[in-house]
């Protein structure tokens, strides 16, 4: 199953921790696309902000599940969680321990893992990765 990651964009000053985040996501089983990783690196300034989104919708629609990692509301991650759900897309969230999480964003999705230690996301995503897939075939 493919998952499109969506996590913070610090202008590229975060790039080891997105691709982390990635291995993560490929430990437990899942193929991983990164749109910050995966197109925005290359193009690195769209046109405007409409292209920007009609292509992150196009990435969401060939990918079976949406992975947001929840720190708090960002405006295009929230965007992108917006369009997995009206296309029907599984949705993890997942968030460190004691953040608070609106149940309006729990309502869009299909799981949320709490995490100590961002590891510990590995296991649940094992499950997952495993109960989906068995969906899909």
Same mark, same amino acid.
């Given at each position: 199953? /493919? ?11 975060? /790039? ?5 985040? +990635? #291995?993560?996501?490929?430990? #437990?089983?899942?193929?991983?696309? +990164? ?8 193009? /690195? ?6 292209? @920007? ?9 060939? +990918?079976?599940? @949406? ?6 509301? #960002?405006?295009?991650?929230?965007? %992108?969680? &917006?369009?997995?759900?009206?296309? &029907? ?6 968030? /460190? ?10 309502g869009v999705t299909d799981a949320v893992i709490e995490y100590s230690e961002l590891e ?7 499950? @997952? ?7 899909? %075939?």
């Open positions: 199953m /493919k998952v499109y990651i969506t996590a913070t964009f610090k202008g590229g000053d975060n /790039k080891e921790e997105v691709e982390h985040l +990635c #291995s993560l996501v490929r430990a #437990s089983g899942f193929e991983d696309f +990164c749109f910050i990783r995966d197109v925005e690196q290359y193009q /690195k300034m769209f046109d405007n902000a409409h292209e @920007l989104m009609e292509r992150a919708k196009e990435e969401i629609e060939k +990918c079976d599940v @949406l992975f947001i990692e929840y720190t708090g509301p #960002s405006h295009g991650r929230m965007v %992108e969680l &917006g369009m997995a759900y009206a296309l &029907g897309k599984k949705v993890i969230l997942i968030t /460190k321990k004691g953040t608070f999480v609106k149940e309006t964003i729990r510990e996301i590995v296991d649940p995503m094992t499950k @997952l990765c495993k109960e989906w897939g068995k969906e899909v %075939e």
